[in-house]
Every structure is written in C-alpha cells, then in structure tokens.
Nanobody, 129 residues
Framework: QVQLVDSGGGLAQAGGSLRLACTAS????????VAWFRQIPGKEREGVAA???????DYAESVKGRFTISKDASEHTLYLEMNSLKPEDTAMYYC???????????????????????WGKGTLVTISS
C-alpha cells in the first residue's frame, strides 16, 4: 500500500525559512516523479516544484531562486527547502507522486496535478508579514 506523509509545515515570518518533508512508503522514489503542490482555499491547486526519477527539476516562476526540491531515495523522502518566504506562500502544501514516464518532463509533472497517482494529506504553511 502506497502512502505519502507530508510534514514540516508551520508558522514562519516573512523572510524566514521552512523545510517540508514527504516520506514515501510502498514505492521507490527511483521509479516515480514527485512534486509539491500548494492550495489556498477557493483557488486551484498550484504545482510548486517537481523532480523526476532522474533528478531533473522544475519550479514555478513564483518560487524560483527561493525554493529547492530534492529527494533522498535511500531514505524514501522528498524535501522542499523554502527560503525568503513571503505571505503569499501561505497555503496547504501537498506532495504527490506519479510513476515515471520518459515522455513527461518535470514541468509537465508539475503542471498536471490531475495526473498524479498518489497524494499526501498536506501540511499547512503560514507566513506572517
């Protein structure tokens, strides 16, 4: 049974940092493309960052240079390092996994929330100004 468990959210001040983690069980991060999405109530889910099974990454323009996605396949864990946080980064953050396809780029993974096979339950990030 596949399970993704998100953690690391919390309250931070603008300009601060947080690191999110997503621990996977029942699948290997060497076989899956994984991504972080975020959602604000009343808005569509947004793809924040993605990393494919080969380690290639893609980021939303709004987080480029501030967020870093990485994974430790041996620890079955996906990370999102978030720096220079802004109030507009406030959202529920979700990790998600999609079985790797050579025909799908990391950007396509990030932009296709509906295509993800598995989801975590989310971790709330709140940034105060």
């Amino acid at each position: 049974q596949v399970q993704l468990v998100d953690s690391g959210g919390g309250l931070a001040q603008a300009g601060g940092s947080l690191r999110l983690a997503c621990t996977a069980s029942g699948l290997s991060l060497d076989d899956y493309d994984v991504a972080w999405f975020r959602q604000i109530p009343g808005k569509e889910r947004e793809g924040v960052a993605a990393i494919d099974s080969n380690g290639k990454t893609d980021y939303a323009e709004s987080v480029k240079g501030r967020f870093t996605i990485s994974k430790d396949a041996s620890e079955h864990t996906l990370y999102l390092e978030m720096n220079s946080l802004k109030p507009e980064d406030t959202a529920m953050y979700y990790c998600a996994a999609d079985r790797h396809s050579d025909y799908k780029s990391p950007q396509e993974v990030r932009l296709a929330a509906d295509g993800m096979d598995y989801w975590g339950k989310g971790t709330l990030v709140t940034i105060s100004s």
